[in-house]
């Protein structure tokens, strides 16, 4: 792997990754959690294509099912209860 790539993969993630953080527990806290579910989705979406760009396919798996989750609750099709907000902050 190309060590540039890898350096511009950590910081990139490390702010998509901050940024998760953040509007996880605005969203966790928040009468409407779509606005922040929304910019959650936008950033695990945003860590899974860096992270396909440079091969690292357990992180791209990963984001992806974020990414899934984070529509699915956007949308009304399912409610993440406090214990699946753990789970994906660990995540």
Known sequence: MDDILLELFREDATGQLDALGEAMVEAEQASDPVPA???CMRAAHSLKGA???IGLTAVV???HAMEDGFEAARQGRIVLAAGAWDRLLDA
């Open 37 to 39: 579910l929304t910019v």
């Open 51 to 53: 992270a396909r760009v």
């Open 61 to 63: 798996e990963v984001a």
